[in-house]
Nanobody, 118 residues
Framework: QVQLVESGGGLVQAGGSLRLSCAAS????????MGWFRQAPGKEREFVAA????????SYADSVKGRFTISRDIAKNTVYLQMNSLKPEDTAVYYC???????????WGQGTQVTVSS
């Protein structure tokens, strides 16, 4: 059973940076993609970024392109989200997610709060 544990959230001023981590366990992930999603109060959960575990190809939401970078450390089974130039509108609970190739994201972490003050 796949388990995902996020860490690294917190409070930061606008323009600052944070790095989120997602430790994955429970199986090998060579045919998986990993993603980050976020949910702000009163809003739907939205896609932020994703990375294919084997090839390392990435995709981003338009709202974070050029500011956020997703990466993975295969040896540590960990996915990262480096967030730079943070804005108050980035405030949300950030969730790590996993999916097998060709499937929808169906495994989620517990979430980590990111708060950006103006």
């Amino acid at each position: 059973q796949v388990q995902l544990v996020e860490s690294g959230g917190g409070l930061v001023q606008a323009g600052g940076s944070l790095r989120l981590s997602c430790a994955a366990s429970g199986r090998t992930f060579s045919n998986y993609a990993m993603g980050w999603f976020r949910q702000a109060p009163g809003k739907e959960r939205e896609f932020v970024a994703a990375i294919s575990w084997y090839a390392g190809s990435t995709s981003y939401a338009d709202s974070v392109k050029g500011r956020f970078t997703i990466s993975r450390d295969i040896a540590k089974n960990t996915v990262y989200l480096q967030m730079n130039s943070l804005k108050p509108e980035d405030t949300a609970v950030y969730y790590c997610a996993a999916r097998e190739s060709g499937s929808a994201f169906d495994t989620w972490g517990q979430g980590t709060q990111v708060t950006v003050s103006s």
